[in-house]
């Protein structure tokens, strides 16, 4: 089974609740991550798309850094919002719209 590096939301919490980092580091990123059948670019698209909806905004900003890292061009994370804001509703998207610019303008 593979390992992702740790990310610092794990590392925030990993002296608190050290199995929950535990399953994130072989679970979530070590198998789920790494299955085959999805690559990681689209894996991180429909991971954005899922914590965008569902308002996770905490996890959707290191998600959208993840998501640049795997291959989402910034253009595609701009569309992604902007389709969802007719899914998942206009405040929804605006939220995430702030937070990608914060990612990218951190890079």
């Known amino acids: ?54 308002g996770r905004y905490e996890q959707l900003r290191g998600h959208l850094d993840r998501a640049l890292n795997n291959g989402v061009t910034k253009d595609e994370i701009s569309e992604l919002i902007t389709h969802l804001a007719f899914y998942s509703g206009w405040p929804t998207a605006m939220t995430a719209a702030g937070l990608a610019k914060e990612v990218f303008e951190a890079r």
């Open 1 to 54: 089974m593979a390992q992702s590096a740790t990310s610092p939301a794990r590392e925030r919490i990993r002296g608190t609740v050290p199995k929950l980092a535990e399953y994130a580091d072989t679970i979530i990123y070590g198998e789920v991550w790494e299955r085959p059948q999805l690559s990681k670019r689209d894996r991180s698209l429909i991971t954005c798309a899922a914590l965008m909806a569902s």
